[in-house]
């Protein structure tokens, strides 16, 4: 019997990235360096990591929905997905597969960090023609509380701060890097 087919991982990159300018950083926080990598670069590779399929959606759309619904037609034979922002740098490959793993069996898998909400986010080809009508800045927070009013939302708990710890200013880069170097230590 052939192994189920995998979720795709949709790594967003195509965010402004207007906090972070504004909390005085130079140009892009995807291209914020951490350590001796781009934030965007420490995503990518825990994504190819996890060795799930994924898409990197990076053509510069006007808001998080309109990046979403673009990803998902771009993927849309795929059996669900994995919503990811570029700027998770730390998030642990093995949280994604987690997520992936949980979504068989769900239409919805919302992971949590102590309580706070995180990504990726994974929805079930059962959302995607909602996921493919997102337009705007909200991203995919109506399909997800639309599907959680139907009963069809799993929160997952996940021991991995990376899928909290994102980038939207100087100081969450200061933080990251804290966190990145303690890790790195201890490997």
Same mark, same amino acid.
């Given at each position: 019997m052939?192994?189920?087919? =995998? &979720?795709?991982? $949709?790594l967003?990159? /195509?965010?402004?990235?207007r !906090?972070? #300018? +504004?909390?005085?950083g *130079? @140009?892009?926080?995807?291209?914020?360096?951490?350590?001796?990598?781009?934030?965007l670069?420490?995503?990518?590779?825990?994504?190819?990591?996890?060795?799930?399929?994924?898409?990197?959606?990076?053509?510069?759309?006007?808001?998080?929905?309109d990046?979403?619904?673009a990803?998902?037609?771009?993927?849309?034979?795929?059996?669900?997905?994995?919503? =990811? &922002?570029?700027? $998770?740098?730390l998030? /642990?490959?093995d949280?994604? !597969?987690? #997520? +992936?793993q949980?979504? *068989? @069996?769900?239409?919805?898998?919302?992971?949590?960090?102590?309580?706070?909400?995180?990504?990726?986010?994974?929805?079930?080809?059962?959302?995607?023609?909602?996921?493919?009508a997102?337009?705007g800045?909200a991203?995919?927070?109506?399909v997800?509380?639309?599907?959680?009013?139907?009963?069809?939302?799993?929160?997952?708990?996940?021991d991995?701060?990376?899928?909290?710890?994102?980038?939207d200013?100087?100081d969450?880069?200061a !933080?990251?890097?804290v966190?990145?170097?303690?890790?790195?230590?201890?490997?």
């Amino acid at each position: 019997m052939p192994a189920p087919a =995998l &979720p795709t991982v $949709l790594l967003l990159a /195509s965010g402004q990235g207007r !906090r972070f #300018v +504004a909390s005085g950083g *130079a @140009g892009s926080k995807l291209q914020a360096r951490l350590g001796a990598a781009t934030v965007l670069q420490h995503t990518l590779e825990a994504v190819r990591a996890s060795g799930l399929p994924w898409h990197l959606e990076d053509r510069g759309h006007p808001g998080m929905g309109d990046s979403i619904a673009a990803a998902v037609r771009a993927t849309a034979a795929s059996p669900g997905w994995l919503v =990811l &922002p570029g700027d $998770l740098p730390l998030i /642990s490959p093995d949280s994604l !597969r987690t #997520v +992936a793993q949980a979504l *068989a @069996g769900q239409a919805v898998v919302q992971p949590h960090h102590r309580g706070v909400k995180g990504h990726p986010v994974g929805f079930s080809a059962a959302c995607g023609a909602e996921l493919m009508a997102l337009t705007g800045e909200a991203g995919a927070s109506s399909v997800l509380r639309a599907w959680q009013a139907r009963g069809g939302l799993l929160a997952l708990p996940l021991d991995d701060a990376g899928i909290v710890t994102d980038i939207d200013t100087l100081d969450d880069l200061a !933080r990251a890097e804290v966190l990145w170097r303690t890790r790195s230590a201890g490997q």
